[in-house]
Nanobody, 122 residues
Framework: QVQLVESGGGLVQAGGSLRLSCAASGGTFRSTTMGWFRQAPGKEREFVAGITGSVPYYADSVKGRFIISRDNVKNTAYLQMNSLKPEDTGVYYC?????????????????WGQGTQVTVSS
């Protein structure tokens, strides 16, 4: 059973940066696909970024601003968020699946963290 714990959320001004972390335990981290999703109030959860093996992929809305990475020694995935905009506000969730390959839909992931709030003020 994989457990995921996010950290690093907070309040930041537009144009600022935050780095989210997702610590994984209970599984074989190296062979998983990790994803980040976000959910704004009143909106559906949406895909932000993923990394399958060492290959990253992004939603168009964050491409060029966000960077996803992973440290297989620390069993941790990261989301570096730069040039933040108010529309980036939401609860950010880390997710994992044992399947390799690009996964952009929430139903492709088996494990989820509890979420961390990111608020970007204008």
């Amino acid at each position: 059973q994989v457990q995921l714990v996010e950290s690093g959320g907070g309040l930041v001004q537009a144009g600022g940066s935050l780095r989210l972390s997702c610590a994984a335990s209970g599984g074989t981290f190296r062979s998983t696909t990790m994803g980040w999703f976000r959910q704004a109030p009143g909106k559906e959860r949406e895909f932000v970024a993923g990394i399958t093996g060492s290959v990253p992929y992004y939603a168009d809305s964050v491409k060029g601003r966000f960077i996803i990475s992973r440290d297989n020694v620390k069993n941790t995935a990261y989301l570096q968020m730069n040039s933040l905009k108010p529309e980036d506000t939401g609860v950010y969730y880390c997710a994992a699946t044992s399947r390799l390959g690009s996964a952009r839909s929430s139903n492709q992931y088996n494990y989820w963290g509890q979420g961390t709030q990111v608020t970007v003020s204008s």
